[in-house]
C-alpha cells in the first residue's frame, strides 16, 4: 500500500507543456513497444520540446517518450513557427522501475483513483505551483529566454475508465505563461491515463491546448486508442 501511495502522488503532479525516437522503451528490464500514432511521430532527446519537458517532470517520474503533431515537424524543417497544441507524453514512476505491480495491486491504485481522484487533484495544487516554478526557472537557464509560469487552476471533469489495466480521467488546466513580459493564459485538456502493461505502470498523458467540446472529444479518444494499444501487446 505504501507504494501505491507513493504512484499516486507522483502521477497527479505531473505537468507537462511537450530525430525520431526508437518506438520502444524499457522499464527496468522490460521492453515495451510504443504503438503508432497517426498524424503524430516521437521525438529524441535532442529535440527542443523534450527539452523543455524535462524540466517540468516531477523529481518521481522518468520522461520516456513524447510525440507531437506531423504538422508541427514539418513546420520546423519548413524554418515556420510550430504550433504544439496537441502532444502525447510517456512517463513512468521511478522507484518502481525495477518491481513487479500485481494485477490486485493496480485494482487496489485503480478503486484509490476512482474513489479519491477529484480530492487528489486539489491536493497537489501546492505542488504544481512549485514544480511550474522550478521548470520555468529551468527553462529561462537552458535557453536565454525569461520565462515565469503559474498554474492557476487544475480541475477534474471526468472519469473515462476504470477498468481492466486503465485508469482514465480528464482534466482542465489553466496556466499563465510569462514570455520576455509577454503573457498568455491557456486553458489545456488533458487526459492523465495510468496503465498496467507488462506489470509496469504507465502514465499517459494526452494533451490538446483548448477547451473545447471537440478537444475533449479527442483527448478521450486518443486516451483510449493509445492506451488500449499499449495495454494489448
Known amino acids: 500500500m505504501e507504494m501505491i501511495k507513493k504512484i499516486l502522488l507522483s502521477l497527479v503532479i505531473s505537468v507537462s507543456t511537450a530525430a525520431i525516437a526508437e518506438d520502444k522503451i524499457v522499464i527496468g528490464n522490460t521492453e515495451i513497444k510504443i504503438p503508432k500514432v497517426e498524424g503524430f511521430q516521437s521525438v529524441g532527446q535532442s529535440h527542443i520540446m523534450y527539452e523543455m519537458m524535462l524540466s517540468f517532470v516531477p523529481p518521481s517520474n522518468e520522461l520516456l517518450d513524447i510525440k507531437i503533431a506531423n504538422s508541427d515537424i514539418d513546420a520546423e524543417i519548413r524554418g515556420l513557427a510550430p504550433k504544439y497544441k496537441r502532444y502525447i507524453v510517456v512517463q513512468t514512476y ?29 491536493k497537489i495544487q501546492s505542488r504544481l505551483d512549485e514544480l511550474a516554478e522550478k521548470g520555468s526557472k529551468e527553462v529561462s537557464e537552458k535557453f536565454s529566454v525569461e520565462m515565469a509560469t503559474e498554474i492557476s487552476d487544475n480541475v477534474p471533469l471526468e472519469i473515462t475508465h476504470n477498468q481492466g489495466s486503465r485508469f482514465s480521467a480528464m482534466n482542465i488546466m489553466t496556466s499563465n505563461i510569462a514570455i520576455e513580459g509577454q503573457t498568455e493564459t491557456v486553458s489545456t485538456t488533458i487526459g492523465m491515463n495510468v496503465l498496467h502493461v507488462k506489470d509496469k505502470i504507465i502514465y499517459l498523458y494526452v494533451y490538446e491546448e483548448t477547451d473545447t467540446e471537440s478537444a475533449r472529444n479527442w483527448v478521450r479518444k486518443m486516451s483510449r486508442d493509445v492506451g488500449e494499444a499499449l495495454i494489448k501487446q
Open 94 to 122: 521511478i522507484a518502481g522501475k525495477n518491481r513487479t505491480v500485481s494485477k490486485n495491486e493496480f485494482s487496489q491504485l485503480r478503486n484509490i483513483l476512482n474513489t479519491q481522484y477529484e480530492e487528489l487533484t486539489k
